[in-house]
C-alpha cells in the first residue's frame, strides 16, 4: 500500500482516481493547468493550402495574434502569393496589421495591434 493510499484511508477517502479518465473528463476540457486565461494569445500555425485559411481568420478574429509558418506555402509561389493577399485583406478589414518577419515566417496581429516594421534610427 502506497503512501498516498494510506493518507487517503486516513483522511476517509477510500475511492481509486482514474487520473487519465479525469484529465479527459468534460470538466476538465477547457483547463489550462499551467496558465490563467488571458485576453489574447500568441499562437504559432503552420499553413501548407488556401484550405487553412478560415481557421487563420477566425483566430484573429478571436483577437489572437498568429505567428505564421508559411514554408509549405513557399514551395507554391503563386498559391503563397494569394494566401498571403487573402489574410492581407482580411486583417487589413479588421484594423490588425501583418508583417512578414523573414522569408518563413509572418506575424498576424489582431484589431487595435499594430507591428512596428522598421527601426528607428
Do not use: C, W
Not at 483547463?31 to 490563467?36: G, I, N, S
Not at 483566430?59 to 505567428?67: F, G
Not at 509561389?77 to 518577419?101: E, H, M, R, W, Y
Request: charged share 30%; glycine share 4%.
Amino acid at each position: 500500500m502506497g503512501v498516498f493510499s494510506k493518507l487517503g484511508q486516513a483522511f476517509g477517502a477510500n475511492k481509486e482516481i482514474n487520473i487519465e479518465e479525469y484529465m479527459n473528463s468534460v470538466e476538465m476540457e477547457n483547463v489550462d493547468l499551467l496558465h490563467e486565461p488571458a485576453d489574447m494569445y500568441v499562437k504559432p500555425v503552420s499553413i501548407a493550402s488556401e484550405d487553412e485559411v478560415r481557421a487563420i481568420q477566425e483566430e484573429i478574429a478571436k483577437k489572437n495574434i498568429i505567428l505564421l509558418d508559411i514554408t509549405e506555402l513557399n514551395k507554391r509561389p503563386n498559391t503563397a502569393k494569394n494566401v498571403i493577399a487573402s489574410l492581407k485583406a482580411f486583417v487589413d478589414k479588421q484594423d490588425g496589421d501583418i508583417g512578414q518577419i523573414d522569408s518563413s515566417r509572418i506575424l498576424i496581429t489582431p484589431a487595435r495591434v499594430k507591428i512596428i516594421k522598421r527601426k528607428k534610427q
